[in-house]
């Protein structure tokens, strides 16, 4: 079950989707989705992962951690809870 924390958009440039600390990605092309930290520190989360097309995942990061995807993909803040 997801709780939606906005619309979902196509990113293709740095974003921090809302400072969201979780996210849906559906990959509409195969591309990288890359999460770096904001101003150049350091994160856990920062990383990049491939994803062929129609693939769909959930990612946690930190909320001022930007997402970027090298193809359009369709992201949504979701709700985090563990």
Do not use: F, W
């Given at each position: ?58 990612l946690a990061k930190q909320p001022t951690d930007t997402i970027t995807c090298s193809a359009a993909m ?9």
């Amino acid at each position: 079950m997801l709780q939606l924390k906005g619309s979902s958009a196509n990113i293709t440039t740095a974003s921090n989707i809302g400072l969201a600390s979780a996210v849906r990605i559906r990959a509409t092309n195969a591309g990288n989705v890359t999460v770096a930290a904001a101003g150049g520190g350091t994160s856990n989360y920062a990383g990049v992962i491939a994803l062929v097309a129609d693939e769909v995942i959930t990612l946690a990061k930190q909320p001022t951690d930007t997402i970027t995807c090298s193809a359009a993909m369709s992201v949504v803040a979701i709700g985090y809870h563990y």
